[in-house]
């Protein structure tokens, strides 16, 4: 017995040394269709090794961004740098709030912001948060925390990523790499934000659904939102405009106002103006550069007023 | 608790580590741990279901004991019946009901009646067709005085809901597991190994070769007016590689894990896919169901004893009802006739017990004789499993006339392409392993058994890597669970 027991614990270490090898190889010579676990993307779709890498150089700003595709899609840096904003966009591809608190914890320190905005998508709240897992992995360092989140998703997608990553990170692969400023229709812009090439949208019929929201994503999103205002930074919730066929199409909207109303100030802008689905898009749920000039725009009108609501208060005093 | 899952990764050894040092080999206290545990493991399916897993044990512990106990012939055959009766209402009204109301209907509305019989809201409890049939088995050979009755209650328990086999099988029989229970077990490194290597290539079936396979034969069968005829018949191969690998592959894990507590559970595959005819398929497939039906059925109809007819007849109950022991669809139905349709020419010839040792024994390569008929038995079964997978008989029959146009000629086409290729590798893979390693109880029992340490755990760390690199996204259930 003590025999098998030991012979297993021996075998599961040999496995595990073996393993890593093996992965590794795998991941390097393999063809990307033959390695369905191992999705190590640098320089992928979202320019988030662009953002990562300038992010260095931020310090001391006044907003930051964080959230999805949406994020570095809706928040133009350029328009709240002409407004007398200095602004990061920490967005990326399908973040969910597993990675938004992987990425703060690694950059809220540095980048020390007054304020934090953060784009809140129902979707987000219910994705397994593997997608934008791989994409951290391969476009930033990776450390303890990459660790952390990778239990918290428990995918062997993003286990074996993350190994390769980590071999990758040690082996300095990634050092002679750099990323194109223009891939495709997508033009990258200093401070994070990603302007598309101007497209309108073809609303088509969406099919009624229900926001539910992951146990796990909602803790994290607890703990980002604790995070925040651990630092005594003030927190801003955004529900950025998706198409009204979209909106319109969630049956339970409500339901998630009220959650996010919980946790800090929060700003449906669905309900706050009014875009055209043809107009202002460039697909069912992001804006093209028309919409996020009106978007912008009328945040900014916001950020305003609550800056002048809280010198008025301040005076006062 | 599925046996892929961590949870069971859990469960397992606590329940292994329990049993051997906790019980300090005690026999009694063995089995009241493997009967607390199989009750936990099957409360975590639906703990509801574990008052109709109790009723049907004890129904069968206490009709085997009146049975045994009865003073003549028809006190003997009333409690048989009363089992019988119960057991089979059960499953009646948990698995058919709602197919015999519908086709009940259907029947009348032919005739020009319209009736309405209601459908039931039921879920099946999981395993219910296996551990009835347990039951059954135990008091047909109480009653054919083959055993006698169990009258340890816990002991007999742990024969019906011993966990490895509780939810899909192998369909054990008292004369071979009850002794198991009964004697006292001893450590058996040599066996233990064995069923941790079993479990390991049980999980490599399931995860790489059936999960992956599944992705493609569900979007292909699900979606199957979309495609030509050449990419039906990849739908098909690649169900007939998941339905094998789901269900071997959690027989092996169920035989692996039941040898770590030192018994030996009946063998359920062995390599069916390289039978020479339908009736070498039969004896390779789903062992403990054919032989099951062989023993409790076909024997009692008269077997193949009597003339043409009583020939013909008995095949075509014994497959139509294993057909519909699988589910309550005319698909299984026809399944279970289209296997009498193939095996009766054999039947009839006498021809049906010719390849009963594992093709080309001893020699690296099948002749081309056994190559053509391995070949022509294989697209068979293929044809075959058109029928079980299609939601309807409809449903198949459009399928087969897709392949039949003029579309299988064109190039297959899938969305994903590269995914369905490393796929197909990793079948080839696997055929080579199976071929290699057929003439043992399972593939790998053999294979590297003469190399030395480091490279045969070299071997066993590819298997483990192989399903890391090929785990798919999606968990799905084994396949005989809803059997």
Not at chain 1, 22 to 41: D, M, Q, T, V
Not at chain 1, 75 to 84: E, V, W, Y
Not at chain 2, 65 to 84: D, T, V
Request: proline fraction near 3%.
């Amino acid at each position: 017995m003590k025999k098998l027991i030991s012979n297993t614990l021996l075998f599961i270490l040999f496995a595990s040394l073996l393993y890593i090898p093996f992965l590794f190889a795998w991941g390097r010579y393999a063809p990307s269709w033959f390695k369905p676990n191992i999705n190590y993307r640098i320089g992928s779709y979202g320019h988030m090794y662009s953002r990562l890498s300038e992010i260095k150089n931020y310090k001391d700003i006044d907003i930051l961004f964080l959230g999805s595709s949406h994020t570095y899609r809706s928040f133009d840096t350029r328009i709240f740098l002409d407004s007398g904003y200095k602004t990061f966009n920490l967005g990326s591809s399908a973040q969910t709030p597993v990675q938004t608190k992987v990425l703060l914890s690694r950059y809220l320190e540095s980048l020390n912001p007054k304020l934090v905005i953060y784009e809140v998508y129902p979707a987000t709240f219910n994705m397994d948060g593997v997608e934008s897992s791989l994409d951290i992995i391969a476009n930033d360092i990776n450390d303890s925390h990459s660790l952390e989140m990778a239990l918290k998703i428990n995918n062997i997608k993003t286990y074996n990523t993350l190994i390769y990553g980590f071999i990758r990170d040690l082996l300095g692969l990634n050092s002679s790499f750099s990323e194109p400023t223009i891939k495709g229709n997508d033009k990258y812009i200093s401070g994070g934000y990603v302007e598309k090439e101007l497209g309108f949208y073809k609303p088509t019929a969406f099919v009624k659904k229900k926001i539910s929201l992951r146990d796990y994503q909602l803790e994290s999103f607890s703990e980002v939102v604790q995070l925040i205002k651990n630092k005594n930074i003030e927190l801003m919730l955004v529900y950025a405009p998706i198409t009204k066929v979209n909106y319109d199409s969630y049956s339970n909207t409500t339901y998630f106002d009220s959650i996010m109303k919980r946790y800090s100030n929060y700003y449906n802008f669905n309900e706050i103006i009014a875009l055209n689905d043809t107009q202002h898009f460039d697909d069912a749920h992001h804006l093209n550069q028309n919409g996020v000039n009106i978007f912008n725009k009328k945040l900014i009108e916001l950020l305003n007023e609550d800056k002048a609501r809280t010198h008025n208060r301040v005076d006062k005093k | 608790m599925l046996f892929n899952s961590l949870n069971f990764a859990i469960f397992l050894p606590i329940v292994f580590i329990l049993y051997w040092f906790a019980t300090k080999g005690n026999l009694r206290l063995q089995n009241i741990l493997l009967l607390v545990s199989s009750y936990f493991f099957y409360a975590c399916w639906d703990w509801r279901f574990m008052f109709l897993l109790i009723f049907s044990t004890l129904l069968d512990y206490y009709t085997g004991i009146k049975i045994h106990e009865a003073a003549n012939q028809r006190k003997k055959l009333f409690w048989l019946w009363l089992s019988i009766g119960i057991n089979l209402g059960f499953l009646g009204v948990f698995k058919y009901y709602n197919f015999f109301a519908a086709s009940f209907a259907d029947g009348l509305s032919l005739l020009g009646f319209k009736a309405n019989l209601g459908s039931l809201e039921i879920i099946l409890p999981v395993g219910i067709s296996f551990y009835t049939f347990h039951g059954l088995s135990y008091v047909i050979d109480i009653y054919k005085s083959r055993i006698k009755p169990e009258r340890n209650f816990v002991y007999y328990s742990v024969f019906v809901s011993f966990f490895p086999l509780l939810v899909a099988g192998p369909i054990e029989r008292a004369q071979h597991l009850l002794p198991q229970i009964l004697k006292k077990r001893e450590f058996d490194y040599t066996k233990a190994v064995d069923g941790l290597r079993q479990i390991l290539w049980g999980l490599f079936k399931k995860i790489v070769i059936a999960d992956n396979s599944a992705e493609f034969a569900n979007t292909i069968f699900n979606n199957s007016s979309e495609y030509p005829g050449s990419t039906l018949v990849l739908g098909a191969l690649f169900f007939t590689f998941q339905i094998y690998c789901d269900f071997s592959g959690y027989s092996d894990i169920a035989l692996g894990t039941a040898r770590l507590f030192g018994i030996d559970l009946l063998r359920n595959f062995a390599f069916p896919y390289f039978s020479r005819d339908i009736a070498e398929f039969w004896r390779r497939w789903h062992i403990s169901l054919s032989s099951w039906f062989k023993d409790y059925l076909y024997i009692p109809l008269g077997g193949s004893k009597g003339g043409m007819w009583m020939k013909i007849r008995n095949t075509f109950i014994i497959f139509i009802v294993s057909g519909f022991w699988h589910g309550a669809n005319w698909t299984f139905i026809f399944w279970g006739a289209l296997n009498a349709i193939y095996f009766l020419p054999l039947l009839l010839t006498n021809n049906n017990r010719n390849n009963l040792e594992i093709v080309a024994k001893g020699k690296l390569l099948p002749s081309v004789k056994e190559l053509l008929h391995m070949l022509l038995t294989f697209a068979l079964v293929v044809f075959a499993w058109i029928f079980f997978r299609a939601e309807n008989i409809g449903h198949a029959f459009s399928y087969i006339s897709e392949i039949l146009s003029a579309s299988f000629f064109t190039m297959p086409k899938f969305n994903e392409m590269g995914t369905a290729l490393s796929t197909l590798i990793l079948i080839v893979i696997f055929v080579l392993i199976e071929w290699q390693g057929r003439e043992g109880q399972y593939a790998i029992s053999h294979i590297g058994q003469s190399w030395n340490r480091p490279l045969r755990w070299t071997f066993y760390a590819l298997i483990i890597f192989a399903i890391g690199m090929f785990t798919h996204s999606v968990e799905s259930p084994f396949i005989y669970f809803q059997f």
